[in-house]
């Protein structure tokens, strides 16, 4: 396929209401991942999971998918920018860098 999507967290009983994802890139090779933590009305989350492009198709791909996703379950979303990565290879580890109040929030 184009994309690996990692499920780290699902909770069936309760219903996504707002995706909070977040775009991951380096900019030596773009895209790397997206983290999506999905949350009920009150905020709790639902669901995580992130999204791994494995060919450059694969990013479109992903964005489309996650655009029918809400589209379909009638869901909010915004996406976050960080400008880049972190890595922490002691701890096997990505983190978003810069994710602060300057960080590029777009509701798409």
Same mark, same amino acid.
């Not at 069936?12 to 090779?29: C, G, M, N």
């Not at 791994?52 to 379950?73: D, F, I, M, S, T």
């Given at each position: +396929? ?23 890139? &380096? ?9 999506? &933590?999905?949350?009920?009305?009150? +905020?709790?989350? $639902? ?7 494995? %060919? ?6 992903? $964005?489309?998918? &996650?655009? @029918? ?14 400008? +880049? &990565?972190?890595?922490?290879? #002691?701890? %096997? ?7 602060? #109040?300057? #960080?590029?929030? @777009? @509701?798409?």
């Amino acid at each position: +396929g184009d994309y690996l999507v990692e499920s780290v967290l699902r909770q069936a009983d309760r219903s996504e209401r707002h995706l909070h994802i977040t775009h991951h890139t &380096l900019q030596s090779i773009g895209t790397v991942a997206y983290t999506v &933590l999905a949350v009920d009305d009150a +905020g709790v989350a $639902v669901a995580m999971e992130h999204h791994y492009p494995l %060919r450059p198709a694969g990013v479109n791909a992903l $964005v489309e998918r &996650l655009r @029918q996703r809400c589209e379909e379950l009638d869901l909010t979303r915004e996406v976050v920018h960080p400008g +880049g &990565l972190v890595h922490a290879p #002691a701890l %096997r580890q990505l983190r978003p860098a810069g994710l602060d #109040a300057s #960080a590029a929030t @777009q @509701q798409h």
